[in-house]
């Protein structure tokens, strides 16, 4: 198989698949990249992208890759959500409107995405993607260059566009440019409308291996073997899912975790309730996130154990969560997460907070009465 796929971890599956189509040299003019956040999609898109240009003279092929790993045009288009301007209309270009700050912001970002193909982009306030934004594929269709044989249109998190930019897209993926693939890239295929789904190749993505994670966050993000083995263990496949962890002060939240459950289990009600509140003071909302998917990861490995499942996200704590289940047989942990969720939804409510951190103190202690 081609180097190039040598460089994107995992995804054996995916690769084959465009190694199939590349040596068939039948290319779809449409691709759905789907799956998990943090899996590789876009990497594998500028891989892709890379192998369809490669030709015999190597030294022209080098330079493409090149501009295509540096997201150039003309030869690839990268498709984003952005902040809307002040006073920006329909008419206008995607940047336009938008201040000198941000534009510079938007350009640091692109550029740690062309250091780190695994990092993910964040732009305050880029919450859809434009049809401006859509409206710009058609200049670059136009823009002519014979030095490359494919040229791509990438569409990063492509479920951020609303109904009038899925629209607008439509119309391109019905009637093809010639030599132009589009890659859709997307966590949330379902977003999409249907009739956009229909005329794209759909290749699924698969989670990460805890090792890929582990060998990622090292090599792309300078972490410690220690923490990336540590953080890989709950990221569920996902590269941002782990960056996000460590982001958030891992140790401190894991830590913080474990004390909530013990009081809580242990009908210290007082103490739980204060650590909880503490937490939330001291945090921000995406800490409370964590938080929250830390207890149900703890949850889900007592459901896991008992049904004898060896693979638990508190491996640490195997010993703890057998003798749990083996004192409470009849527990039922999943009435707890609607509780949980609640947490998430009331942070910057102070009533209903108060409230829910009560109900998820007590919902925790209900499991361990004997039943």
């Keep these: 198989m081609n180097h190039l796929w040598e460089e994107i971890t995992?995804?054996?599956?995916?690769?084959?698949?465009?190694?199939?189509?590349?040596?068939s040299r039948r290319v779809p003019h449409a691709f759905l990249f789907y799956g998990l956040e943090g899996v590789g999609k876009f990497f594998t898109a500028l891989q892709f992208a890379k192998l369809l240009n490669t030709q015999n003279n190597d030294l022209h092929s080098e330079n493409i890759?090149?501009?295509?790993?540096?997201?150039?045009?003309p030869y690839l288009k990268l498709i984003l959500p952005l902040p809307r301007g002040k006073g920006e209309s329909g008419e206008d270009t995607s940047t336009e409107k938008l201040s000198k700050d941000v534009i510079e912001g938007i350009q640091h970002e692109i550029q740690e995405k062309i250091s780190n193909p695994y990092y993910q982009i964040k732009i305050a306030d880029a919450n859809t993607i434009k049809i401006n934004s859509i409206r710009e594929i058609k200049k670059f269709v136009v823009t002519s260059t014979d030095e490359i044989p494919f040229r791509f249109v990438i569409i990063s998190d492509a479920h951020l566009m609303n109904d009038q930019s899925q629209n607008a897209l439509l119309k391109n993926l019905e009637e093809p440019p010639e030599d132009i693939i589009f890659i859709l890239i997307t966590s949330r295929k379902t977003d999409l409308l249907p009739t956009i789904q229909s005329r794209c190749w759909e290749i699924d993505f698969e989670p990460l291996s805890e090792k890929a994670v582990t060998e990622i966050l090292i090599k792309y993000f300078n972490n410690d073997k220690a923490t990336a083995e540590k953080v890989a263990n709950y990221s569920e496949g996902s590269i941002i899912n782990a960056i996000e962890f460590i982001q958030q002060d891992f140790k401190y939240i894991l830590d913080k975790t474990i004390s909530i459950l013990r009081y809580s289990l242990g009908k210290r009600y007082n103490l739980a309730y204060q650590?909880?509140?503490?937490?939330?003071?001291?945090?921000?909302?995406k800490s409370v996130k964590?938080?929250?998917?830390?207890?149900?990861y703890w949850l889900n490995d007592t459901v896991r154990n008992k049904n004898s499942i060896n693979s638990l996200y508190f491996k640490d704590y195997t010993d703890t969560i057998e003798k749990f289940n083996t004192r409470y047989t009849q527990t039922d942990v999943l009435k707890i997460f609607k509780v949980l969720d609640n947490l998430e939804s009331y942070q910057n409510l102070n009533i209903n907070l108060n409230v829910a951190c009560l109900n998820l103190i007590f919902e925790i202690a209900s499991l361990s009465i004997r039943t």
Aim: aromatic residues 4%; charged residues 30%.
């Design 275 to 285: 650590e909880i509140l503490n937490f939330i003071k001291e945090s921000n909302e």
């Design 65 to 73: 890759q090149k501009k295509i790993s540096q997201l150039q045009e």
């Design 10 to 23: 995992e995804q054996e599956k995916v690769k084959k698949i465009l190694q199939n189509i590349y040596q």
């Design 290 to 296: 964590v938080l929250t998917q830390m207890i149900k």
